[in-house]
């Protein structure tokens, strides 16, 4: 007998397509608009207070922030002057509404007058994360080396008494005896190394922590002192990526062997040190990076290796030492993964994970052990290791979307399995434990080791995933929501993956919002085409990130732009045992073309415009909202509800890594991969005619001579249905995937009722009526409703609050419920109304 339990999930629709259109993208690219006011939802308690660089007029900045609206000194927190536009409160702020406002503070003490005063709310709900003021970071910093991995120290020497039984001991010596057995003293520009030199950094020094072998120490100085030999390499120090390398190689063996060097060789290394920190610190960080939506190479890399570098001659250098706290102030304010984003998932990519894991390990390892408050507490790091297992699972593809998508040895980056160790050992996380059993490549990865040999963390002994794993996971801030017929069993594992994000386009992220990918057995059936061999040739600009390449729309042949404002965003999601579904809604995604200098100069420099004729520009496109469902366990039915403001032609895209056998009297689309033994049936209905054609041509071919990453050349085919012209059109798209167990039925449709199986299916196609659908099992009686006043939900009609809510009748957490959900809210952090 099912009891039934009613819950509503009735979000507030506070901004419409109308509002965020109007008002540029959720997240602005560069901050123009100061955070948080009225109109801004808060990701966090306390929230950081962010101005755009515009507002700073002098030298400094001053925050005042309080609970008064008239800043009764006694109810006020103010800041001292501060060369940055970021303020974070370090504690937890009360319910109720908050006010502040910033001046202008000259190296004099000239104070400029306040700006106005901004507000915003606080509410009980909001996830509350709070770190200790950055005095109590510095204080704790220690007085003696080392410094970098200070977090190790009180655990090393237990350590290095059992070093010779870690499962890693004879890696660590065949690593480092690959380091030992390189020389730089014949090289007549060693700086040219410096990549390699920084590796080899690593490796020597982790033989060096754990051993205490002189000849680890001694080839540390001998390398470096092949850098100090020669005049400092400024085209190294002018690559972002290069200059970390060289600030952490010098910093790293600086503190380690400090007493190996003479005073002079400890004084030039401080020099260059110093001139890498000012450079890019007082030229290209700070007011820009706190300001900035996501700097990745910043990120990635450079963030890290020049903290490293203030950490160990901060005490010398007050230059080093304010980069120390600005860097504590900035990972507060905007870390990680942008400060907007709680899900654990990746917002730059799923594959460019993989170039923040390390920073994503070192930098809370180190705040926490120096500040005794666990960084890891952040939700962000509380859902990691759900994020990691759903976004690219052992033994699959990715999920799919951003730059390295098409990365297909079905074994997720070494260092994917390294984070998820890391968060195993740390926190106990049953996915990150699960899936770093699963894909243990942890134990090859050099840059990581240090930590699982020397913090005497253990592994969890249960490895197994929690008996109530979700069927389904939405990654709200991000964007994405992933659902999986068998997640414990990849080889007959169904897993759809599906993007609308708010962070729109740019940098590793592509053009693909309302996008999906379908894969099963970790083998891709319909999914996103391309190779990333150059940020910025023809393939890439008009193929790979387009919107062409991906499985959503073109609106009279043109994609999204390459820019944050060409957003979408999941408004509604259910998790059922029987229904996965997702809303996206990808309405203001179609916005004309980039306006950032960078993607500009790209398309310049390959003589490229961004013209209708290429796939960019204007549309006249009001709405374009798609329904996603996984009706387990292998169909996948989409609704599109497409409106524009005038007739377009409405391109319908889908791609397939083989051939479509297409009926166009019925559009059927049929693909049977023999290689990888996957048989699906696609059909489309509409009341609109279509013409169906498939290419297996790109837009711009990619460019062969440069596969450097062992790109498969093997030619995906490209799919377009064409519909119209019209102003509004409905596309109802079933899908079934053949298994072991589940075979493709004959979907028989009367009117707007579609049979497939025990599954009933009515949509209504007509333009001219109100959308809506209504999806039932006849066996199971899981229920789905969209637009219907009354509709009927196990055997009797339902009062539904909003007539277009979404409406789910299933089996949740082992419970029979009814829930209804309305467009939950953008959380925007750019211009309010």
């Not at 950094?201 to 754990?210: I, P, R, S």
């Not at 990635?300 to 120390?324: C, G, N």
């Not at 033994?395 to 890391?422: M, Q, T, V, W, Y």
Request: net charge neutral.
């Amino acid at each position: 007998m099912k009891t039934l339990l009613i819950t509503f999930t009735v979000l507030c629709m506070t901004l419409t397509s109308l509002y965020a259109n109007a008002y540029g993208g959720i997240h602005e690219n560069v901050r123009e608009t100061p955070y948080p006011q009225q109109g801004h939802t808060l990701y966090l308690n306390p929230s950081p207070l962010l101005v755009p660089l515009s507002m700073k007029t002098s030298d400094f900045l001053q925050f005042n922030l309080s609970n008064d609206k008239n800043f009764d000194e006694k109810n006020s927190i103010l800041s001292k002057p501060v060369p940055w536009c970021m303020f974070n409160p370090h504690q937890v702020l009360s319910p109720g509404t908050w006010y502040w406002r910033i001046r202008s503070v000259s190296k004099t003490g000239k104070e400029m007058p306040w700006s106005k005063t901004y507000s915003f709310s606080v509410t009980d709900d909001i996830p509350k994360f709070v770190t200790p003021e950055v005095s109590i970071f510095l204080n704790n910093i220690p007085d003696n080396f080392p410094r970098i991995y200070c977090f190790l120290n009180d655990s090393l020497e237990q350590a290095r008494k059992k070093v010779r039984s870690h499962p890693e001991f004879e890696l660590m010596i065949d690593d480092a005896r690959d380091a030992l057995s390189i020389s730089y003293k014949t090289e007549t520009k060693p700086y040219s190394k410096i990549t390699q030199m920084a590796a080899n950094c690593d490796k020597l020094n982790t033989a060096y922590q754990m051993l205490q072998y002189d000849l680890y120490a001694n080839k540390m100085v001998e390398n470096v002192r092949c850098l100090l030999a020669v005049e400092t390499d400024s085209k190294v120090i002018a690559n972002d990526f290069n200059a970390g390398e060289l600030a952490y190689t010098l910093a790293c063996t600086y503190e380690n062997c400090f007493d190996r060097f003479t005073g002079q060789e400890q004084k030039q290394i401080e020099e260059i040190l110093m001139t890498i920190l000012s450079r890019y610190y007082e030229k290209h960080i700070l007011g820009q990076e706190e300001t900035h939506i996501f700097d990745n190479h910043f990120w990635q890399f450079t963030f890290r290796h020049l903290m490293q570098a203030a950490l160990v001659i901060y005490d010398k250098y007050p230059l080093a030492k304010e980069y120390l706290e600005y860097s504590y102030e900035l990972w507060t304010a905007r870390a990680p993964a942008s400060g907007f984003n709680r899900d654990g998932a990746w917002h730059n990519g799923t594959n460019y994970f993989s170039a923040n894991a390390v920073s994503l390990c070192y930098v809370p390892a180190l705040f926490s052990y120096l500040t005794e408050t666990d960084f890891l507490q952040h939700p962000w790091y509380q859902n990691a290791g759900i994020a990691m297992t759903y976004s690219w699972m052992p033994g699959s593809r990715s999920a799919g979307f951003g730059d390295g998508h098409e990365k297909n040895n079905g074994k997720p980056l070494r260092i994917r399995s390294a984070f998820a160790d890391f968060m195993a050992r740390t926190t106990g996380d049953p996915y990150a434990t699960w899936y770093s059993s699963i894909n243990n490549r942890y134990e090859t990865e050099s840059e990581t080791r240090l930590y699982r040999m020397a913090s005497g963390k253990k592994r969890p002994t249960h490895t197994q995933l929690p008996a109530n794993t979700p069927k389904a996971i939405w990654f709200k801030d991000c964007g994405e929501m992933i659902a999986n017929s068998n997640l414990t069993n990849h080889k007959n594992n169904l897993s759809l993956s599906f993007h609308s994000s708010p962070f729109g386009s740019g940098s590793h992220t592509h053009s693909n919002q309302n996008a999906f990918n379908l894969q099963y057995g970790g083998k891709a059936i319909y999914y996103a085409v391309g190779h990333y061999m150059n940020f910025a040739d023809p393939h890439n600009l008009l193929s790979y990130r387009h919107t062409r390449a991906y499985n959503t729309l073109l609106v009279d042949g043109i994609g999204q732009p390459f820019t944050t404002r060409a957003y979408g965003n999941i408004v509604r999601m259910f998790n059922g045992k029987n229904i996965s579904y997702a809303l996206g809604d990808a309405s203001n995604a179609y916005c004309g073309v980039s306006e950032y200098p960078m993607w500009q100069k790209n398309f310049s420099a390959q003589s490229l415009k961004q013209s209708s004729e290429n796939g960019f520009g204007e549309t006249s496109l009001t709405k374009y909202r798609r329904h996603i469902f996984m009706l387990h366990p292998n169909i996948i039915v989409i609704y599109d509800e497409l409106e524009s403001g005038k007739s377009v032609s409405w391109d319908w895209l889908l791609h397939s890594p083989v051939k479509f056998s297409i009926d166009k009297a019925t559009s059927t689309l049929i693909t049977e991969d023999k290689e990888s033994n996957i048989h699906s049936v696609a059909q489309l209905f509409s009341e609109q005619q279509c013409s169906i054609t498939q290419t297996d041509q790109y837009a711009a071919a990619p460019n062969e001579k440069r596969a450097e990453r062992g790109e498969n050349f093997a030619q995906p085919w490209s799919l377009t249905a064409s519909f119209g012209p019209s102003k509004v059109n409905r596309v109802l798209t079933v899908i079934q995937v053949e298994t072991n167990e589940d075979k493709v039925e004959k979907v028989i449709r009367t009117d707007n009722n579609f049979y497939c199986g025990d599954w009933i299916i009515k949509a209504e196609l007509n333009s001219k009526r109100p959308a809506s659908l209504h999806i039932h099992n006849n066996q199971s009686k899981a229920t789905f409703s969209y637009g219907e006043k009354a509709p009927i939900i196990n055997g009797k009609p339902y009062s539904r609050k909003n007539q277009y809510s979404s409406l789910l009748y299933d089996e949740i957490n082992e419970e029979w419920k009814i829930k209804e959900a309305n467009d939950g809210n953008y959380l925007s952090t750019g211009k309010v109304k």
